[in-house]
């Protein structure tokens, strides 16, 4: 507490007066921190969901992959046992 507040503290005066002033910047170091808190929470919420959605995404995009291979693998198929019935 710095000397200025110590002297209002003293003075009867100003009493009712300092001791609002210390709950007022009390209250504000208390919501200044818990803002702080959230923000950083919040920052890595917003990151996780961030890597939840490239990982979704990721499985989309080698599920198509893995279904039109499996579909040339199938027309490969095809052709090599069309071309065995048409040797034959």
Request: charged share 25%; proline share 0%.
């Amino acid at each position: 507490m710095n000397m200025f507040m110590k002297q209002m503290i003293n003075n009867d005066d100003f009493a009712a007066e300092a001791q609002a002033l210390k709950k007022l910047v009390k209250t504000c170091k208390s919501v200044y921190a818990t803002s702080v808190l959230l923000q950083s929470t919040n920052e890595d919420l917003l990151l996780a969901a961030h890597h939840q959605h490239e990982r979704v995404t990721r499985f989309k995009d080698h599920y198509i992959n893995a279904r039109i291979l499996n579909l040339e693998i199938i027309e490969k198929r095809n052709q090599k046992t069309e071309d065995c019935q048409n040797r034959v």
